[in-house]
C-alpha cells in the first residue's frame, strides 16, 4: 500500500530552523515527482515546493524561496524540506505529496498524500 509519512514538525520560534521529513513505501519513489504543500486554518492548501525524480530540477512558492531548501535521497525513498529563517506566517500543517506527471503544476497533480505533520512557529 503507498504510505507517506511526514515527521519533524513542532513548535519553534521564529528564526528558527526545521527540518521535516517523509519516508515512502509502496510505490517506485524514484519515478514520481515530490512535493511540499502546506495547509494553515481556514486557508487552501497551498503549493511549497517540488523536486523533479531524480533530485535535479526544483521549484518554489515565492513565499519560501530563499528561506527553503528540498531534496531527496531516492536510495532511502526519502524526502525532506530544511526550513531556516521561520516565520508566523509558515505556521501550517505540511503535507508530501507523489505525481506521476505534472500537468498544471499544483496539488491535483498530486495523487498520493501523507497526514501531513504540524509546523508552528511563534513570534
Known amino acids: 500500500q503507498v504510505q507517506l509519512v511526514e515527521s519533524g514538525g513542532g513548535l519553534v520560534q521564529a528564526g528558527d530552523s526545521l527540518r521535516l521529513s517523509c519516508a515512502a513505501s509502496?510505490?517506485?519513489?524514484?519515478?514520481?515527482?515530490m512535493g511540499w504543500f502546506r495547509q494553515a486554518p481556514g486557508k487552501e492548501r497551498e503549493f511549497v515546493a517540488r523536486?523533479?525524480?531524480?533530485?535535479?530540477?526544483?521549484y518554489y512558492s515565492d513565499s519560501v524561496k530563499g528561506r527553503f531548501t528540498i531534496s531527496r535521497d531516492n536510495a532511502k525513498n526519502a524526502l525532506y524540506l530544511q526550513m531556516n529563517s521561520l516565520k508566523p506566517e509558515d505556521t501550517a500543517v505540511y503535507y508530501c505529496?507523489?505525481?506521476?506527471?505534472?500537468?498544471?503544476?499544483?496539488?491535483?497533480?498530486?495523487?498520493?498524500w501523507g497526514q501531513g505533520t504540524q509546523v508552528t512557529v511563534s513570534s
Open positions: 505529496a507523489a505525481a506521476r506527471v505534472i500537468y498544471y503544476s499544483d496539488l491535483t497533480d498530486f495523487g498520493s
Open positions: 523536486i523533479s525524480r531524480g533530485g535535479r530540477t526544483t
Open positions: 509502496g510505490f517506485t519513489f524514484g519515478s514520481y515527482t
